[in-house]
């Protein structure tokens, strides 16, 4: 670790009160020294992690952390606050404050390093040094590994008040900690040894766990719950092993050592890879921050799930999507986590089919839904016969729409078990004409089914074939009974009555959803209210042929969304002295990104200063929205922004209904940001609102 740290990277008397404040001391320091290339840019990184779970750990710790392309080189930046900082621990704020900073490419030798430092903070004699070192290039050396705790602790007289204000102590153990200055840790087969001595000494053998701990970014998270969960297996006498699933890669545990296992511990926050191989076992499945505060109690459950015989029948109960947020989430979240979870599937197919419909459109003319399959009649030569190409695989594609979304969303809430339920339910909605709503229900149907079935006890010869034979034969049969002769047929009038309500639409009816539909998609720039707005104009467009009414309202959707970005570039242009340096290098990506229908390049203005870039995005969305249904503009690609004007219907008014939205926002963030104090040429606007910033992280092919 010798040239991750310096002491120009450290602060022992870091006086900042929030933790954007403490990042931003932490990273100017980096900047200067030329780890860091755009401050503004790498702190909306360090938001977007921080907002998928905080980084504040037990015992004082906050470790704000990501991987970010505005990192040249792995860098930690470490500061101690006398205050303390809220970093969201249950505990209370954190006096040690921990900047990792890891570049987007970062290579295994460097993220295994980092993963020692994070073993290290759950070493209570490593903290409690530096809580007492008084130099920083002495700090930077702890750190490094090119001091020991102890020769740090020595260095301090005894009695002398730490940074959070608790006593220093000189007695240190004879543990010593992972190697840090080789980015090596200990083998986790080692750590038990002590315990497996003692226990072959009484003639008893321990009781045995294997683990596996997962993180978003893999970097800090992961290893401090390994660590955790070894260190309170040897208190309590019991054999640790446990598989890193990080970012440097991960060795998976030997077979034998999982057939030897009494029970199974998951404290993930994202999926575990291969999880199958521990079906038929005890076992508890928590998230990676339990794994860190709370080792001891989930060793007692696992023990107690052994003594009563629990255990899990193929992929264990819990999901990717449950495990992304805290556990006490209500079912609301959840469900708006399993919805999304199928959205996100479906988009690409969306994205590619409806772009070969429009460009088969485009090419062979507005009959080409009428030409014979390309199987029997295709001249190479002929550009109505690669007009017809175009549109029949686009309409496959479309095909797989309802199927994917169902499919996923039965995914989200019971893992790869829900997959065939799902996918089965979503093409019956299909058959039946059930439609897009008809695969919402499918989908939650089919989890709920699922989930329901891994609840019940089986007999243990059973347990091998549960997640091949028997839960996808008795799911699929349930829900396609329910789909075919229950809830079938209301949800496909419903279906039914809401297409026969937009066709209707005219007039000021359909000016009033143009400007709700430009207020979601401009609402929160990729969040969940966007989305639905999208997903409602891309539903409408998922046919070979879809309704006049459905293009218009795909039409107004992506007019609306592009106007913040846009809206963004034209105001740092007229206006450039409103903001910040920083801001006017991204208002000129902003032009690219709006014209592409990409409305998060408005998220870093939002982010610096929401209460007056949203209101005014939203009231320009409004407008473009209004003008677009008004002008009877109509759109049958998904996605594309203006370069797929072309097939828009009514084109000339669809760009003056936009640049009229662009021009309103415009006006507003001008005249709103002119009315406030001006901050200092050069400086930032203020810190990323972690709620905006975190929307940036959203990788699907959607303007959201």
Same mark, same amino acid.
């Given at each position: 670790?010798?040239?991750?740290?310096?002491?120009d990277?450290?602060?022992?008397?870091?006086?900042?009160?929030?933790?954007?404040?403490?990042?931003?001391?932490?990273?100017?320091?980096?900047?200067?020294?030329?780890?860091? =290339?755009?401050?503004?840019?790498?702190?909306?990184?360090?938001?977007?992690?921080?907002?998928?779970?905080?980084?504040?750990?037990?015992?004082?710790?906050?470790?704000?952390?990501?991987?970010?392309?505005?990192? %040249?080189?792995?860098?930690l930046?470490?500061?101690?606050?006398? $205050?303390?900082? !809220?970093?969201?621990?249950?505990?209370?704020?954190?006096?040690?404050?921990?900047?990792?900073?890891?570049?987007?490419? *970062?290579?295994?030798?460097?993220?295994?390093?980092?993963?020692?430092? $994070?073993?290290?903070?759950?070493?209570?004699?490593?903290?409690?040094?530096?809580?007492?070192?008084?130099?920083?290039?002495a700090?930077?050396?702890?750190?490094?590994?090119?001091?020991?705790?102890?020769?740090?602790?020595?260095t301090?007289?005894?009695?002398?008040?730490?940074?959070?204000?608790?006593?220093?102590?000189?007695?240190?153990? *004879?543990?010593?900690?992972?190697?840090?200055a080789?980015?090596?840790t200990?083998?986790? %087969?080692? %750590?038990?040894?002590?315990?497996?001595?003692?226990?072959?000494?009484?003639?008893?053998?321990?009781?045995?766990?294997?683990?596996?701990?997962?993180?978003?970014t893999?970097?800090?998270? =992961?290893?401090?719950?390994?660590e955790?969960?070894?260190?309170?297996?040897?208190?309590?006498?019991?054999?640790?092993?446990?598989?890193?699933?990080?970012?440097a890669?991960?060795?998976r545990?030997?077979?034998?050592?999982?057939?030897?296992?009494d029970?199974?511990?998951? +404290?993930?926050?994202?999926?575990?890879?291969? /999880?199958?191989?521990?079906?038929?076992?005890? =076992?508890?499945?928590?998230?990676?921050?339990?794994?860190?505060?709370?080792?001891?109690?989930?060793?007692?459950?696992?023990?107690?799930?052994?003594?009563?015989?629990e255990?899990?029948?193929?992929?264990?109960?819990?999901?990717?999507?449950?495990? &992304?947020?805290? &556990?006490?989430?209500?079912?609301?979240?959840?469900?708006? /986590?399993?919805?999304?979870?199928?959205?996100?599937?479906?988009v690409?197919?969306?994205?590619?089919?409806?772009?070969?419909?429009?460009?088969?459109?485009?090419?062979?003319?507005?009959? @080409?839904n009428?030409?014979?399959?390309?199987?029997?009649?295709?001249?190479?030569?002929?550009?109505?016969?690669?007009?017809?190409?175009?549109?029949?695989?686009?309409?496959?594609?479309?095909?797989?729409?309802?199927?994917?979304? +169902?499919?996923? @969303?039965?995914?989200?809430?019971? !893992?790869?078990?829900?997959?065939?339920?799902?996918?089965?339910?979503?093409?019956?909605?299909? %058959?039946?004409?059930?439609?897009?709503?008809?695969?919402?229900?499918?989908?939650?149907?089919?989890?709920?089914?699922?989930?329901?079935?891994?609840?019940?006890?089986?007999p243990?010869?059973?347990?091998?074939?549960?997640?091949?034979?028997v839960?996808?034969?008795?799911?699929?049969?349930?829900?396609?009974?329910?789909?075919?002769?229950?809830?079938? /047929?209301?949800?496909?009038?419903?279906?039914?009555?809401?297409?026969?309500?937009?066709?209707?639409?005219?007039?000021?009816?359909?000016?009033?959803?143009?400007?709700?539909?430009?207020?979601?998609m401009?609402?929160?720039?990729g969040?969940?209210?966007?989305?639905?707005?999208?997903?409602?104009?891309?539903?409408?467009?998922?046919?070979?042929?879809?309704?006049?009414s459905?293009?218009?309202?795909?039409?107004?959707?992506?007019?609306?969304?592009?106007?913040?970005?846009?809206?963004?570039?034209?105001?740092?242009?007229?206006?450039?002295?409103?903001?910040?340096?920083?801001?006017?290098?991204?208002?000129?990506?902003?032009?690219?990104?709006?014209?592409?229908?990409?409305?998060?390049?408005?998220?870093?203005?939002?982010?610096?200063?929401?209460?007056?870039?949203?209101?005014?995005?939203?009231?320009?969305?409004?407008?473009?929205?209004?003008?677009?249904?008004?002008?009877g503009?109509?759109?049958?690609?998904?996605?594309?922004? @203006?370069?797929?004007?072309?097939?828009?219907?009514?084109?000339?008014?669809?760009?003056?209904?936009?640049?009229?939205?662009?021009?309103? =926002?415009?006006?507003?963030?001008?005249?709103?940001?002119?009315?406030?104090?001006?901050?200092?040429?050069?400086?930032?606007?203020?810190?990323?609102?972690?709620?905006?910033? +975190?929307?940036?992280?959203?990788?699907?092919?959607?303007?959201?």
């Amino acid at each position: 670790m010798s040239e991750m740290i310096t002491a120009d990277l450290v602060d022992l008397d870091l006086s900042a009160e929030t933790k954007e404040a403490a990042a931003r001391a932490l990273a100017e320091r980096m900047v200067t020294l030329g780890r860091v =290339t755009d401050l503004e840019g790498f702190l909306a990184d360090v938001a977007a992690r921080e907002a998928q779970m905080p980084t504040g750990l037990d015992g004082g710790i906050g470790i704000p952390h990501c991987r970010s392309e505005h990192v %040249t080189e792995p860098t930690l930046g470490f500061g101690r606050s006398a $205050a303390g900082i !809220d970093f969201g621990a249950p505990d209370g704020p954190a006096d040690l404050i921990f900047l990792i900073a890891a570049p987007a490419g *970062a290579d295994d030798a460097h993220l295994t390093i980092l993963s020692s430092l $994070a073993r290290q903070l759950m070493n209570a004699e490593f903290t409690s040094a530096l809580r007492a070192v008084d130099d920083a290039a002495a700090a930077a050396a702890l750190i490094r590994g090119d001091e020991s705790p102890a020769a740090a602790a020595s260095t301090v007289p005894e009695g002398t008040e730490s940074a959070d204000g608790s006593k220093n102590s000189v007695a240190v153990s *004879a543990a010593a900690p992972a190697d840090t200055a080789t980015g090596t840790t200990t083998d986790t %087969t080692d %750590t038990t040894s002590d315990t497996t001595a003692d226990a072959g000494a009484s003639g008893e053998r321990p009781f045995r766990i294997v683990a596996v701990t997962s993180c978003p970014t893999g970097i800090a998270h =992961t290893y401090m719950a390994a660590e955790s969960l070894e260190n309170a297996g040897r208190e309590a006498g019991v054999e640790v092993v446990v598989e890193t699933q990080g970012s440097a890669g991960f060795t998976r545990l030997d077979p034998a050592v999982i057939a030897a296992a009494d029970g199974v511990i998951f +404290a993930h926050d994202v999926p575990v890879r291969d /999880k199958d191989r521990f079906a038929g076992k005890p =076992t508890v499945d928590v998230g990676v921050k339990a794994g860190i505060n709370k080792p001891a109690e989930l060793i007692t459950e696992v023990r107690g799930k052994a003594a009563r015989g629990e255990v899990s029948a193929g992929s264990a109960p819990g999901t990717p999507v449950e495990r &992304s947020g805290d &556990s006490a989430e209500g079912y609301g979240t959840k469900l708006r /986590k399993w919805l999304m979870s199928g959205v996100s599937y479906m988009v690409p197919f969306v994205a590619a089919g409806g772009l070969l419909i429009a460009l088969g459109f485009a090419i062979g003319g507005y009959k @080409i839904n009428k030409a014979p399959s390309v199987m029997d009649h295709f001249m190479w030569l002929q550009a109505d016969s690669w007009g017809a190409l175009f549109f029949q695989i686009g309409v496959v594609s479309f095909g797989f729409l309802v199927p994917v979304l +169902a499919g996923y @969303i039965a995914y989200g809430m019971a !893992d790869r078990p829900g997959l065939v339920p799902g996918f089965v339910g979503g093409a019956i909605s299909l %058959t039946i004409n059930a439609g897009f709503l008809g695969g919402l229900a499918a989908g939650l149907i089919a989890g709920g089914v699922v989930i329901g079935i891994q609840k019940v006890k089986i007999p243990a010869s059973l347990r091998g074939i549960m997640p091949v034979v028997v839960i996808p034969l008795i799911s699929a049969a349930i829900v396609g009974f329910l789909m075919f002769v229950v809830i079938g /047929k209301p949800i496909a009038s419903a279906q039914k009555g809401m297409t026969d309500w937009l066709n209707g639409l005219t007039g000021t009816n359909a000016v009033l959803l143009g400007a709700l539909l430009g207020l979601m998609m401009c609402f929160d720039l990729g969040g969940p209210v966007n989305k639905v707005a999208y997903t409602f104009a891309t539903a409408g467009i998922a046919v070979a042929s879809p309704s006049d009414s459905a293009m218009k309202i795909m039409a107004a959707v992506m007019a609306a969304g592009m106007v913040p970005p846009l809206a963004m570039a034209l105001a740092t242009t007229v206006r450039g002295r409103l903001f910040t340096q920083t801001e006017r290098e991204n208002g000129k990506a902003a032009w690219v990104l709006g014209a592409s229908f990409i409305s998060e390049g408005a998220i870093p203005f939002a982010a610096a200063d929401p209460l007056r870039v949203i209101p005014s995005a939203m009231v320009g969305g409004a407008v473009t929205g209004s003008l677009s249904m008004a002008f009877g503009a109509t759109l049958r690609a998904p996605h594309g922004g @203006i370069f797929v004007v072309p097939l828009i219907g009514n084109p000339f008014l669809y760009l003056i209904a936009i640049a009229a939205g662009v021009c309103v =926002t415009t006006a507003l963030v001008v005249v709103l940001k002119g009315m406030r104090k001006q901050a200092p040429e050069g400086t930032g606007a203020g810190v990323a609102d972690t709620a905006i910033a +975190a929307k940036v992280d959203s990788k699907e092919p959607v303007a959201a």
